[in-house]
């Protein structure tokens, strides 16, 4: 395995403590209540969860049963009942109907409600109403960041797109600012808060207007040494991005199979080999089987973690480079076993038990590469269908603004074949996006082509897009009753491509070769997110492909290691006039220690330490976005990038979020965790 | 509000109650002059709803139409050989000639009728 990567961006800040954290305020949370107890949890945290502990830790706290949150009957023979679950007024009125069950048969329970990730009065005011609070104890477990990489923290927030942008619903935001507090108090305050969008500018603002209510810790006002800065976007500002198709392993993965909470469903006969395994890394976590099968065969999850050292080198990959990386991998395993096979002719104890623990490395190695062989075996058929490559190629073009009325007959001309809802919603809105609006007539007409062959009950989803929070699917010219907050946030794309250099003209012998710029997660295109970090974090590399200037500059700088050391965060400093183009409000703070200016020793210290920015996603990231900053992370000396978000997403999550469709949540009870 | 009662309407069981439901989300898009589309649609939503009660009475509740599409429509009377109900549908929700064909084509594929493709 290269491992020059991965010792060269060794992770700045151990991301496991969120998970010991979470963990802990778990156990102390179930302790609260005293003896057996029945869990009764919300599906949508189940997975979450899994990241955080396993069952057999909560048998150990003594969780008796586990049932999920769901209308009807609940029966239980423990006194305890202890609800976990997100404030939404579905599962309240689900809870209050068990108790008053309870009540009617006269069964004595003590109910405790735990809400994640804090108590909320909408809550309480609701089981007051249903008559129910007296009987229950309500308090919080304060889940936050869990890490789903060794740089990536989420909130595994999977709804956040939707509450912000549809429905108004801000509290994603000031979670989110709890937990980026919760991040400061354990290594400082980041020194330079930046952000762009109007609802990172409100992120920041809370983030910036907490303080100095937050009692005791010291961290709180001591600027961090650790952090350089924290950049916010907002997904608003760059919607095109996760309308593509990505092109990563991990990102293609995630469309088309779909990764939950990094677990993914892979037809159980590839998860569990066919001959027992001794392999411990890469062995997959021991979930039960899950008896719901999604097609003919059974699913089973696999973890897909960073301790797999393969999928490590494989998750960032452009698909098309898959293959061939694989095949590397395969050969050198051979070699490998028929080393070992002739070495086991040779006869010493020590080097034989050399040799049976190398094979145990082997095999483990084996076995993931099994699975990886096996996934992409999966996906590949997909890249090749006839739909999915026209949409790449409508994606494309429109991404070049190349003959833009003929892309939109082409879509029309998808929705005549039945293409996937997701996919038509996805190149419909991309459309909107780069050209400023799709013409009204052609407009109309596809959207009744919509509508007749999906349903009219899309109509909403139709509406919420071209909704003034949102306006991503609209008219050209706008109809002249258009309120002004939908003609101030059109999207001036053509102008970006330039100014951010967007498109890149790579040919693809190139592309297989190096990775040279972030445009290689979409085959081409860099998405406008990471562009905006790079013109915090790494401004070179906006402005021209660092990769060509390092070959260049090699003969010149030696044996130096041909990498740039990471100038020190001065803002948005020489971009200032291509943002203020961009619709949202610009933020660039400086958080110092309350009332001191930093010396000016700090930040010359910074230049030589290893300093880390954290890039946080409000409204969720794409794992193509992660793998371009990890390149990002890459290019320089002196940088780590910490992504933090409130969850992934792709295109069909946040189109499906829109609908209200919802996709089967699969396993049984306790599959998840 | 016309969303309110959209979103009503979809988890309505009762056939009538449903196109009553989707007739007063047309009402309330009609009364913003710039949701003309929006009350179309929901002009013929609550056309093909009404449409499909009469197929479904008309082939005596073997074949479920209700909620349905109008592709899914089509398709369904074509797979079930009421290819002139089909047409009608066509012509009475401006089907474009390219969605027809292939609905049609898919239709008739699923039901092996060779005869019925060598036709186009």
Same mark, same amino acid.
């Given at each position: ?31 609260? *209540? ?10 949508s945290l189940a997975g979450p969860l899994g990241l955080v502990t396993e069952v057999a830790l909560l048998k150990h706290h003594g969780v008796d049963k586990m049932f999920w949150l769901e209308a009807g009957p609940l029966s239980s023979n423990t006194t305890n009942i202890v609800y976990l679950c997100r404030p939404m007024i579905k599962y309240v009125r689900i809870i209050s109907g068990h108790i008053k069950r309870h009540a009617k048969e006269s069964s004595k329970h003590n109910y405790t409600l735990l809400l994640v990730p804090r108590l909320s009065s909408l809550v309480s005011r609701l089981l007051e109403e249903e008559g129910v609070l007296g009987d229950i104890t309500i308090s919080a477990y304060n889940l936050q960041f869990l890490p789903i990489a060794d740089d990536v ?83 608003? *500002? ?138 992409? !075996? ?34 029309? !001309? ?98 297989? !070769?190096? @990775? ?59 971009? @200032? ?9 610009? *933020? ?86 | ?6 979103? @009503? ?62 592709? @899914? ?48």
């Amino acid at each position: 395995m290269s491992t020059e990567d991965i010792q060269d961006s060794e992770p700045p800040l151990d991301t496991n403590i969120f998970k010991e954290i979470s963990k802990k305020a778990l156990v102390d949370a179930l302790n609260s *209540v005293n003896g057996s107890k029945t869990l009764v949890l919300d599906p949508s945290l189940a997975g979450p969860l899994g990241l955080v502990t396993e069952v057999a830790l909560l048998k150990h706290h003594g969780v008796d049963k586990m049932f999920w949150l769901e209308a009807g009957p609940l029966s239980s023979n423990t006194t305890n009942i202890v609800y976990l679950c997100r404030p939404m007024i579905k599962y309240v009125r689900i809870i209050s109907g068990h108790i008053k069950r309870h009540a009617k048969e006269s069964s004595k329970h003590n109910y405790t409600l735990l809400l994640v990730p804090r108590l909320s009065s909408l809550v309480s005011r609701l089981l007051e109403e249903e008559g129910v609070l007296g009987d229950i104890t309500i308090s919080a477990y304060n889940l936050q960041f869990l890490p789903i990489a060794d740089d990536v923290l989420s909130l595994e927030y999977e709804s956040a797109f939707k509450d912000i942008w549809v429905d108004g619903d801000e509290s994603v935001v000031y979670d989110s600012a709890q937990a980026l507090i919760t991040l400061q108090k354990l290594f400082g305050l980041f020194p330079r808060l930046l952000g762009k969008g109007d609802h990172a500018a409100r992120l920041i603002n809370l983030l910036t207007t907490y303080l100095p209510q937050t009692s005791n810790p010291d961290t709180l006002f001591e600027p961090s040494t650790i952090f350089d800065s924290l950049i916010v976007i907002d997904r608003r *500002v760059d919607m095109i991005t996760p309308l593509l198709t990505q092109l990563t392993y991990e990102g293609l993965i995630d469309e088309v199979i779909g990764v939950r909470n990094s677990h993914v469903e892979l037809p159980a006969s590839l998860v569990n080999p066919p001959a027992p395994q001794a392999g411990v890394a890469a062995a997959p976590p021991p979930a039960p089987t899950s008896s719901t099968s999604l097609r003919k065969e059974n699913r089973k999850k696999y973890h897909l973690t960073s301790t797999d050292p393969l999928f490590t080198e494989l998750r960032d990959l452009n698909f098309s480079n898959i293959g061939k990386r694989l095949n590397g991998v395969a050969h050198k395993l051979e070699e490998d076993y028929k080393r070992n096979h002739s070495d086991l002719h040779s006869k010493t104890t020590a080097q034989l038990r050399e040799v049976v623990g190398r094979i145990g490395g082997l095999q483990s190695e084996h076995q993931s590469l099994r699975i990886h062989t096996g996934i992409s !075996e999966l996906l590949d058929p997909i890249t090749r269908t006839e739909q999915f490559n026209k949409s790449l190629e409508i994606q494309q073009n429109l991404l070049a603004s190349y003959n833009v009325s003929e892309q939109v007959s082409s879509i029309e !001309e998808m929705i005549a074949q039945g293409a996937d809802l997701e996919m038509v919603i996805r190149l419909l809105c991309l459309a909107s996006i780069t050209t400023g609006g799709i013409k009204a007539k052609a407009l109309e007409n596809i959207k009744r082509d919509f509508l007749q062959t999906y349903g009219y009950n899309f109509l909403p989803l139709l509406l919420s897009l071209a909704a003034p929070s949102l306006a991503i699917l609209l008219p050209n010219p706008l109809p002249p009753s258009t309120p002004p907050e939908v003609t101030a946030f059109k999207y001036p794309f053509v102008p970006l491509r330039k100014s951010l250099r967007l498109l890149i003209d790579d040919n693809l012998e190139a592309l297989d !070769e190096v @990775e040279n710029d972030i445009s290689f997660v979409y085959s081409g295109y860099a998405p406008i997110s990471v562009r905006l970090v790079q013109c915090v974090a790494q401004k070179g590399g906006v402005l021209s492909n660092p990769a060509e200037k390092e070959k260049t500059s090699e003969q010149n700088k030696g044996s130096f290691g041909g990498k740039v050391q990471a100038h020190p965060i001065v803002g948005w400093k020489g971009f @200032e006039d291509i943002l203020a183009t961009i619709p949202g409000k610009t *933020v660039d703070i400086m958080q110092n220690a309350i009332g001191a200016a930093a010396p000016l020793g700090a930040i010359a210290q910074h230049k030589v330490k290893t300093t880390t920015s954290v890039v946080f996603f409000l409204g969720g990231c794409t794992y193509t976005e992660i793998a371009a900053l990890r390149w990002v992370a890459r290019q320089n000396r002196g940088r780590n990038i910490i992504i933090a978000t409130t969850g992934i997403i792709n295109g069909t999550n946040i189109v499906d979020g829109l609908a209200g469709i919802q996709k089967t949540i699969t396993g049984t009870k306790d599959a998840g965790i | 509000s016309a969303v309110l009662a959209l979103d @009503e309407a979809s988890r309505m069981v009762d056939p009538s109650g449903r196109i009553t439901t989707v007739k007063s989300a047309q009402k309330f898009f009609s009364e913003d002059k710039d949701r003309s589309f929006e009350a179309k649609m929901m002009d013929e939503s609550a056309r093909l709803l009404a449409l499909q009660q009469q197929l479904e009475a008309e082939s005596d509740g073997k074949i479920s139409f209700f909620g349905q599409s109008v592709n @899914e429509t089509i398709r369904r009377c074509i797979v079930n050989g009421m290819l002139k109900k089909a047409d009608k549908i066509k012509s009475d929700f401006k089907v474009s000639d390219k969605r027809f064909w292939y609905t049609k084509l898919h239709a008739l594929t699923e039901i092996r009728d060779f005869e019925g493709l060598d036709a186009f």
